[in-house]
């Protein structure tokens, strides 16, 4: 049998460079692509932002690569959901005035910074507080960016995607899918095909990033798609913290979510990378809700290098994703850490792959779940040790905590060791937020739900310290409103 | 004491069960406002329960009668309730609550007992000088407000704990279950010491034990002896001195009309 010879089975390339038939150009103003994916959605996704013709092709590439997966998606993961009609979905939506993006926050639609408000991000005066710099995603086009400026004087690019496309095309072009290739997997390959938006950082050599790097996604648009692609690469000796919230309004039917996010460290560099996701988890009776299909993944291409992964994880109905660093120089490091709290009738099969490639080379993964109500939560971490990987470390600790008897927790840990001298470590636990653990408490005039919630928080503490310090009380205030009606 | 006021606790004609087996059979107690109360008994005759039941365990049932604070039924209320309106429990065995912060905790028990008395939350500033005073004064580890509840600690100091648990949350009634058994001598009289410092007119507390060691510490205004879920037989601080010496059985052996 012969490896599939991806190249000789694509389209000549003359049909790639085919006029669009349908004559769409960037002249034509469409907030909104018709549902569906056909070839001429991913050439009208690639004309809307005026891109090369490199990217046009890649995109292409990728869409011809998904059509022959024949809605082949992953199945192994331990969640159901009825199968997605992908020609049911919107592939590009643009807010109402995109035409030139904001210089300020002044020329932001108000309605939008009333919903960032609601969602208890004020964009303005948090940002300058913390400072923190937002590049604002809002439908996948970019509104608002801020700290520029600052970011500019130390030689740090961080902008939109698209942005990049078009003033950093090399660096582009270099790194991606050079983590993530469009031919990853089924949900990989629909995102290089018609990727919206999303944010590209470059950190030069030597630079250690001034500020916080905050992007916050938003699902808006009924029944669209959100296919963001994320870039991050950290250049020799640079460091960057990365921080991505998420949050989505309440809405009927399922959304599907369906990022990427690459991340490249060079030697001695090293890049944190957090997120906080609570998009709509769906009502009580488990109708609606986000379906959260991400590929991330990092590459410790350099000696010493380091990519740390920190999750939580509240929101949507389905997640499946497993944050990932490729262990590829000597001395690199990976971190996993995750809290995934399922609620209602959410299903969770998240996890990581540690896959050591460089000599002494470590990981650790923590992972914490929280299953409530008749959420179902599933860990799933490979820990792969190759052949030349001397002296490669693992340590793995997964705990899960019950609350109430509908729920579920389950752990899937997959352990492959080819080199002899590798030393790996697992640890596991699940137990119940006990009686007595509630009475102690509420016997102190501490309610039951505030009750619950602080085991909760305790049993979450270890990776809340990994996060950065705003971000933890968001963190922690995230599970109580994530448990809201679940406990007490 | 005038006649006409409200007793801190009024237990009366107490019956309650666990899974079906009755534990206290008609059980009355009446504690003033400033007094201090001993109950003691031997072993399974319904101390722990009284304990358990007056602060509102779950898993105990009343089947009859009632309990006041300050005039109040507790009877309908949860745990969280009672605690606020003020009563506290000290455990006999403080559990362990992994990766909560003692610091945490105590602030959330303070500003929701406050809440209640329409008082505003303390600021973390001054909560702070609290916390870190009393913890002097309590004499609890130096440590204690950046670890755990109870996580890790050593019995005594877990009992340590739920005396500045006490002095910091200063509610209207106090019941000790047992929080004497397994101490050693320091850690018997810094309990014994934060008992007597705790005590003024407008507090009461109900010291439940085993032995009479800690009696010599606190002298209580009244001692009750309890067997099979009655109290068969009270008098003054003497009457623990007195089962000291003869035992229970003396007083199960026909002495045991209660007075």
Known sequence: ?????????????????????????????????????????????????????????????????????????????????????????????????????????????????????????????????????????????????????????????????????????????????????????????????????????????????????????????????????????????????????????????????????????????????????????????????????????????????????????????????????????????????????????????????????????????????????????????????NGGADGAQNFTQCDSLLIGDKCGAHTVPYIEVKNPTARIEHEASTSKVSDDQLFYLMQRGIDEEEAHYMIINGFCRGIFQELPFEFAMEASQLLKVSLEGAVG | MGASEIPMLAVRGLHASIDDTAILKGLDLTVNAGEIHAIMGPNGSGKSTLANVIAGRPEYEVTDGDILLDGESLIEMAPDERARAGVFLAFQYPVELPGVRYWQFMKAAVDAVRKERDETPLQVREFDRKFTGMAKTVEVRSDLVRRSVNEGFSGGEKKRGEMFQLAMLEPKLAVLDETDSGLDIDALRAVARTVNEMREPRRSMVVVTHYQRILNYVTPDFVHILVDGRIVRSGDAGLAEEVEDRGYEWVTAGNGAAS
């Open chain 1, 1 to 385: 049998m012969t490896t599939p010879d991806v190249l000789s089975r694509e389209t000549p390339q003359d049909e790639l460079e085919q006029e669009y038939k349908w004559g769409f150009t960037t002249e034509i103003d469409v907030d909104l692509a018709p549902k569906g994916l056909n070839e001429d959605i991913v050439r009208l996704i690639s004309s809307k932002k005026g891109e090369p013709e490199w990217l046009l092709k890649w995109r292409l590439r990728a869409f011809r690569h998904w059509l022959r997966q024949d809605d082949n998606h992953p199945d192994w993961a331990m969640v159901e959901f009825p199968s997605i009609d992908f020609q049911d979905i919107y592939y590009y939506a643009a807010p109402k005035s995109d035409d030139d993006r904001p210089k300020s926050l002044d020329e932001v639609d108000p309605e939008i910074l009333e919903t960032f408000e609601k969602l208890g991000i004020p964009l303005n005066e948090r940002a300058r507080l913390a400072g923190v710099a937002v590049d604002a995603v809002f439908d996948s086009v970019s509104v608002a960016t801020t700290y520029k400026d600052q970011l500019e004087k130390a030689g740090v690019i961080f902008c939109p995607i698209s942005e990049a496309v078009e003033k950093h095309p090399e660096l582009v072009r270099k790194y991606l899918g050079s983590v993530v290739p469009y031919s990853d997997n089924f949900y990989a390959t629909l995102n290089s095909a018609v990727f919206s938006d999303g944010s590209f950082v470059y950190v030069p050599p030597g630079v250690r990033c001034p500020v916080e790097l905050m992007t916050y996604f938003r699902i808006n648009q009924e029944d669209s798609g959100q296919f963001e692609r994320t870039l991050i690469v950290a250049d020799e000796g640079s460091y960057v913290s990365y921080l991505e919230g998420c949050t989505a309004p309440t809405r009927k039917s399922h959304q599907l979510h369906a990022a990427v996010v690459e991340l490249v460290a060079m030697d001695n560099a090293e890049i944190k990378y957090s997120t906080l996701q609570n998009w709509y988890p769906g009502d009580k009776e488990g109708k609606g809700g986000v379906y959260n299909f991400v590929t991330k993944r990092g590459k410790c291409a350099g000696v010493d290098s380091k990519i740390s992964w920190t999750q939580v994880e509240t929101g949507s109905a389905i997640t499946w994703k497993y944050p990932s660093v490729i262990l590829q120089g000597d001395n690199s490091v990976g971190e996993f850490y995750s809290v995934a709290l399922v609620s209602r009738h959410q299903q969770a099969d998240t996890g990581t792959k540690m896959t050591h490639i460089g000599k002494n080379t470590r990981s650790t993964i923590v992972a914490k779940g929280i299953s409530a109500s008749h959420g179902n939560n599933t860990y799933r971490g490979l820990v792969k040790i």
